[in-house]
T-cell receptor
Framework: GEDVEQSLFLSVREGDSSVINCTYT??????LYWYKQEPGAGLQLLTY?????DMKQDQRLTVLLNKKDKHLSLRIADTQTGDSAIYFC?????????????FGKGTKLSVIP | DAGVTQSPTHLIKTRGQHVTLRCSPI?????VSWYQQVLGQGPQFIFQ???????GRGNFPDRFSARQFPNYSSELNVNALLLGDSALYLC???????????FGPGTRLLVL
């Protein structure tokens, strides 16, 4: 199966909260990341969490990490139409000298005005 | 400060040709990584370079090669292009080898 799994679609109304979930497999990942990708663009770093933390809050974004279940979530408060994009969860992996990110397939967030 | 820059933004090639993609990291960053993103998928790791040395390579054939220059910019080369090489190629830079990666806008390659 995939190393990192995410649901593919999420639809929310403007002003509501969005919660995007992710499961990963590598318990030795030191950092877990959330990136945002708008159509035709590269990846924008949204936030990240160190593996010894349970929660991180950054303005409208809240990241929750359940290390036991290898579950990561991103909550976006007061979702706006500008938040419509694809959100990627990524785990960091070290091996054979490299530090690489392994991404899920992405969750497409659609915000309904 | 400028972010990660990549050139060209778009490229069309035919099967069998080769291509060179370029990346300039954020000023002060010494590591560059390359990823391939096929439509509908997440990015897949191709290479990481740090201080001009290859640090790691993903599961890609030898047709893919890269290098990093003394000014920390990088090139990704792909030989004998296949239709399946059509993708968005993303470059990411980081301060050190095991630090947060910041992505550029990508080069969209279409192989006909």
């Amino acid at each position: 199966g995939e190393d990192v799994e995410q649901s593919l679609f999420l639809s929310v109304r403007e002003g509501d909260s969005s919660v995007i979930n992710c499961t990963y497999t590598d318990s030795s990942s030191t950092y877990l990341y959330w990136y945002k990708q708008e159509p035709g663009a590269g990846l924008q770093l949204l936030t990240y969490i160190f593996s010894n933390m349970d929660m991180k809050q950054d303005q409208r974004l809240t990241v929750l990490l359940n290390k036991k279940d290898k579950h990561l979530s991103l909550r976006i408060a007061d979702t706006q139409t500008g938040d419509s994009a694809i959100y990627f969860c990524a785990e960091s992996k070290t091996g054979a000298g490299s530090y690489q990110l392994t991404f899920g397939k992405g969750t497409k967030l659609s915000v309904i005005p | 400060d400028a972010g990660v820059t990549q050139s060209p933004t778009h490229l069309i090639k035919t099967r069998g040709q080769h291509v060179t993609l370029r990346c300039s990291p954020i000023s002060g960053h010494k590591s560059v990584s390359w990823y391939q993103q096929v439509l509908g998928q997440g990015p897949q790791f191709i290479f990481q370079y740090y201080e001009k040395e290859e640090r790691g390579r993903g599961n890609f054939p030898d047709r893919f090669s890269a290098r990093q220059f003394p000014n920390y910019s990088s090139e990704l080369n792909v030989n004998a292009l296949l239709l399946g090489d059509s993708a968005l190629y993303l470059c990411a830079s980081s301060l050190g080898a095991e630090e947060t990666q910041y992505f550029g806008p990508g080069t969209r390659l279409l192989v006909l």
